[in-house]
Structure formats: C-alpha cells, structure tokens
C-alpha cells in the first residue's frame, strides 16, 4: 500500500515540475516567432535573441516578431543581412501584440537595434486596438537604433523611441557608413522620437555616411514625426543632422518642439533641421517651434552665453537644387548675449549657407506668423542682437519666393541696448539671386518691430531686404513683387527702418527692383547722415550696380517719429553710387516727418527720391510724387532731392516726372 502512495506522490511531483517548467517557460516568452521557412514557430525572450536566430537561420523567409510582452535587452540586438552567413529571409516585421504597451528596452553604449546591412525590416508600432511600441535606449552613450553598412528599404513606423546620447556625432536614430550602395530608401514615419525622462540627446536623427559618390546614404525619408527635447547645454544641438556623405531625402511633415525651456551655458548653435551635405533634398511642410506636436506653448530658449538658433539650416550641392517648401518657423523666445547684427542673427527662420536652393518656389515658408506680433522673439542682453527671417549666405544660386515673413520682434534687456529684425539677409554674393513675390511684414501694425518706442535710446535696425556684403564681386539680382509692411525701428539712436537696403559698395551685377508694395515703414531714428545713400528711413535704398533698373514699385507711408530738431531725412528712394542706375515709372506718396529743425541749412526732410551720388548716368524718369498733403510739421518736403557735385557725380537726367507738394506751410 505504501509503495503505491509513493509511486502516485511521485507521479504528482512529475506532473507539478512539467506544470511549473512549462508555466515559467511561458512567463518568459516575451516575443513569439513566426516564419515561411526553417522553423515556422517559436518564442524567445529578447529581441537579441530573436535576431541571432535569424542571423544563424533558424527562422527564414518572411518572418513576423510578435512582441506579447515587454524585452529586456543586455546587448545588441544585431540584424545582419539576408545571405550573410546561413541568414535568409526576405521580410521581417517586428511589431506589438496583445493590445498592449510593449516595450524594448536597454541601456546600452551603442546600438540597442542594429540593421548591419538587413533590408526589408519592418518596425511598425501600429498604434491601433491598444497595441504600441516603446523603444528605449537609455544609455548616454547608446543610440536607439542605427542602420549600418547599406542598410535599406527599412521603414520604422508608429513607434516611440527614446534616447539620451549626449554626443554630437550620436542621435537616438543614427543612419552611418554604407560599403557598396549606402544606407538607401529608409522611411522613418509617424513616430514620436524624443528624450528618455529627461536624459536629454544632442541630436534625434543623425546621418554621417560614406562620402564616395554612389555610397551615399541616399532617398532616405523622414515624414510626420514627432521631434522633441534635443538639447545640450554646452554643445550644439540638432533635431536632425545631416552631417556628411547624404543625399537626396525627404524630409517632410515632421514637428521640432521642446517641451520645456531650455537653459544654455555655453556660446553654441542649435537647429532643428540641419543639413551639411548632399543635393536635392526636400524639406517640406515641417513645423519648427511651439512647445508640443499641436502647435500650442512656445519654443523657449536662454543664456548669458552667444547662443544662436536656426530654424533650417542648408549647406548643400549644386549638382541638383535643394527645395525648402511650406515649412513653418514660429513661437519661437530666445534670451541671449549675441551681438550678430547680420548674417543669420542670433535667432534666423532659414539659412543658406552654400549650394542651389528654391526656397518658398513652389508653396512659400510661413517665418513668424501671419498675423500678430512677436512669433519670434529675440530679448538681447548686448547691442545689435538680430532676428532673421531668411538669410542667403550661398554663393550660388538662391530663389526665394512666396515666403510671408511676420511678427518679428528683437528687444534690448536695458534701454542703451540696440536690436535689429531683417526679413532676408544676403550676406555673400550668390551667382543668381531672385527674392520675390514674398510678404515681408503681416498685416498688424508694427509687427517687424526693434526695440520700444518711447524706451530703448540704442540705434536699432530694422529692415525687409538687406544685402550688405561689400566683396567685389559680379550678381545676378531681382527683388521683385514683393510686399514689405508694418517694419518698426522704435530706438532713438541712429538706426534706420528700411524697406529694401542694398550692399553699399564693391558689388557689381545686374539688379532689377520692381514691382514691389512697400509701406508703414516708421522710424524713431535720430541719424543725420545720408551717406551711401543711407537714410534713417526709406522705402529702397539703392547703392553699387550696373545698370539696375528700379521701376513701377508703389512706396507710401514712411514716417519718421523722432522730435529733434536735427536734418533726419525720410525717403520714398534713395540712391548712391551705382553706375548708369534707371528708375522710372515709380509711385511714392504721404511721407510724413515729426522732426522739429526750422533751419534753413539743416531742416527735417521728407523727400520722394534722394540723390547721394551715382556713376556715369543717372536716370529719373516718369515717376509720380505726392508729398506733404494734410501735414503741417515742420518739415521740408521735396520731390526729388539732389546732392550735385558730390563723388561720383553722374550725369542726371530728370524727365517727365510728376511732383506734387501740398500741406500747410508753418
């Protein structure tokens, strides 16, 4: 009797042990495997593990990856290429199961997913029926998932990937050196990629390939992603950068924000789109600013350090033009100790540092806001702080149009402390220029605006078109059918408001201005000087050329604010230097000056055109000038104003022009 107690207790432990091994065998499966080939079905616990079964060809075919619960990865999970070693397999999806959250997790100093070569991989997060997907490296020195040595025709989708590497050359999704074809047609799409609780990474995407034509990591996209919390505070941060050997992406949809302001210590550069290689990229219809993926809050950043920020920033080829199309720039707060008052400023929407561009060519970028004012805010803690909507610093080719450029705004921390906003900036002599049919200045009174009327005692800048470079050097320019409104220049010191300002000497080239609305153009500058051709306001200031032609703008509205009894002189156009310059057929009308001089020699002036000087000839032809109607300041109003005998001093032709002067005289 015993004997079969004993032979039955034996039986039962038996019974329990399979029970408990299979159950914990169970417990711990936390990827199930499917595949066409090899063996059909399986479970493992890691991603790694999954992976080195695939590289070993257990699993071949097409093979899907289940998550049914969460993995814990010790090291890299390697995927290497179909036909490596036993490795064959012609898709492999990873993605959740369960209607659940799953995670794979690690942190680890490199690659937490690694495609070495693989192609057709498939990581979906789906973001239905509960199911999502967390990748997370939390390693400083790790990234989250890396392509590497032609890694291609990869898509990651509907995940949210987390990283922290802090190094510059490092992202959360880094795309490296290819060897026979680079790492090509990647799509990463709708994912969130951000920082792992507050671990913050230096760059979300980046891509360092190889530089050999042809090796390129090349037609790689990234579309509708969340991009957030790049950030370090003692070195430059991107939220994507393309840094080396990279080619013809699209980049398309996505949003850049930070969700929390974000401290500098140290004089560096931070860009949301950053790109130093390649042609013919497309960046379009991203969304640069803003502190969350719907457009509310704002992008806040601030240092006692020279730190400068970049919306977009493009350094590229001229084999084929890189297009920058509908992307927007805006809500964007900046505090910091930068003294830039040209090129892209301490605080720039777009940037062109080199290559062919179409900026704006096929649906125009919004830099700012289309209604409002300060969208983008500079608050400088030293003089000549600078905001820039777009700024040219390529020496190619450059078209710029159909971009609306508004609600600018740049503010000194004491009243002796200047500002200026420019809505483009060129600061190099391109080859080929066009800036036209762009709306610089939305429709809310002085919303390009530099400093506080009444406060800031500093000069402060403000301009639509500026292109101060002063090379000698030969262009080819238009700026034409633009409108430039509502620019403020609220400091009482010698600054200036200006609708379009050109280079002041060295250049020449073939300019044509036309066609142009410029108007509420307003000044509280106190400078006396008109050499060059510089005014303290003036619709377009034009200086070296050969042969421009200026023709058929309509200027109204220019105002000069300050009370001083000094000769400030506001113009609809004024002219220096250039050589055989024609304008003609121009409409300037209700210029406006609250100076209080009553000198004869040095009175306040309001005048249609100014002359400084010209080379050769000089051309004012069919011009209509209405001065002075309903004002009765005491100021002197002249059509058209010449400076005869100054150097160089042209032939002048004035013909056919009408001029019309009307006020109360005091």
Wanted: with cysteine; charged share 5%; glycine share 12%.
């Amino acid at each position: 009797m015993l004997s079969h107690i004993n032979h039955f207790l034996s039986k039962r432990c038996t019974l329990l042990t399979i029970m408990l091994l299979l159950f914990a065998t169970t417990s711990i499966a936390q990827i199930s495997v499917t595949a066409t080939l090899g063996s059909t079905s399986g479970t493992v616990t890691t991603l790694k593990q999954a992976f080195d079964s695939i590289n070993a060809g257990t699993y071949r075919g097409q093979i899907t990856l289940s998550l049914t619960g969460n993995t814990s990865e010790t090291a890299t999970a390697v995927l290497n290429a179909s036909g490596s070693g036993l490795s064959s397999y012609t898709r492999v999806l990873i993605q959740p199961s369960g209607g659940a959250a799953r995670t794979i997790s690690g942190s680890i100093a490199g690659p937490l997913i690694d495609l070495n070569g693989a192609d057709s991989v498939i990581i979906n997060g789906l973001n239905t029926g509960g199911n999502t997907l967390n990748i997370t490296n939390s390693s400083a020195s790790g990234v989250a998932i890396r392509f590497i040595n032609d890694a291609s025709q990869n898509i990651v989708q509907n995940a949210n990937i987390k990283g922290a590497a802090t190094s510059v050359t490092s992202g959360v999704i880094d795309i490296l050196a290819g060897t026979l074809t680079g790492n090509d047609n990647n799509i990463i799409s709708g994912n969130t990629i951000d920082d792992v609780s507050g671990l913050f990474p230096s760059n979300i995407i980046y891509s360092a390939g190889t530089a050999t034509a042809g090796v390129e990591n090349s037609n790689n996209q990234l579309l509708n992603n969340n991009i957030s919390n790049y950030y370090n505070g003692t070195s430059a941060s991107n939220g994507v950068l393309l840094s080396g050997g990279s080619t013809d992406w699209i980049i398309s949809g996505n949003r850049l924000y930070q969700t929390s302001a974000r401290v500098y210590t140290a004089a560096t550069a931070h860009r949301g789109i950053n790109v130093l290689t390649g042609n013919g990229h497309v960046i379009s219809n991203n969304i640069i600013g803003f502190a969350t993926s719907v457009s509310t809050g704002v992008y806040s950043m601030s240092s006692t350090a020279s730190i400068t920020f970049i919306g977009i920033d493009v350094t590229v080829g001229t084999t084929t033009s890189t297009s920058i199309q509908g992307n927007r720039i805006s809500s964007i707060s900046m505090t910091a100790a930068n003294t830039a008052a040209t090129g892209s400023g301490a605080l720039c929407g777009i940037r062109t540092g080199g290559g062919n561009t179409n900026i704006g060519t096929v649906v125009g970028n919004v830099i700012g806001d289309t209604i409002g004012i300060g969208s983008l805010t500079l608050n400088t803690t030293v003089s000549t702080g600078t905001v820039v909507g777009i700024n040219i610093a390529s020496a190619n080719n450059t078209n710029a149009e159909n971009n609306r450029i508004g609600g600018l705004r740049s503010l000194g921390s004491t009243a002796t402390i200047g500002s200026g906003v420019f809505g483009f900036t060129v600061s190099v002599v391109p080859v080929l220029l066009n800036i036209n049919n762009n709306t610089i200045g939305n429709a809310t009174a002085h919303n390009m605006v530099a400093g506080i009327f009444g406060t800031t005692t500093a000069a402060t800048q403000v301009a639509g078109i500026t292109a101060p470079f002063a090379t000698s050097a030969t262009v080819i320019a238009s700026y034409s059918g633009n409108i430039i409104r509502n620019l403020t220049s609220y400091g009482s010191g010698s600054g200036f408001a200006r609708g379009i300002m050109t280079n002041t000497s060295g250049v020449t080239g073939s300019y044509t201005v036309n066609g142009n609305t410029i108007f509420n153009i307003t000044t509280n500058s106190s400078l006396t000087s008109v050499t060059s051709g510089l005014t303290a306001a003036a619709g377009i200031h034009f200086a070296y050329g050969l042969d421009p032609v200026i023709s058929n703008n309509t200027i109204f509205s220019i105002a000069g604010l300050n009370t001083a009894s000094t000769q400030v002189i506001i113009a609809g156009i004024a002219l220096a230097s250039a050589t055989n310059i024609t304008v003609i057929s121009n409409r300037i009308y209700d210029l406006s000056h609250a100076g209080t001089g009553t000198g004869a020699t040095t009175p306040s002036v309001a005048a249609g055109i100014v002359i400084r000087s010209g080379t050769t000839s000089l051309n004012i032809i069919n011009n209509m000038i209405s001065l002075g109607v309903g004002q009765s300041t005491n100021t002197l109003f002249a059509g058209i104003h010449t400076n005869a005998g100054s150097s160089p001093n042209p032939n002048t032709n004035i013909w056919n022009n009408t001029v019309h002067i009307g006020g109360t005289a005091t």
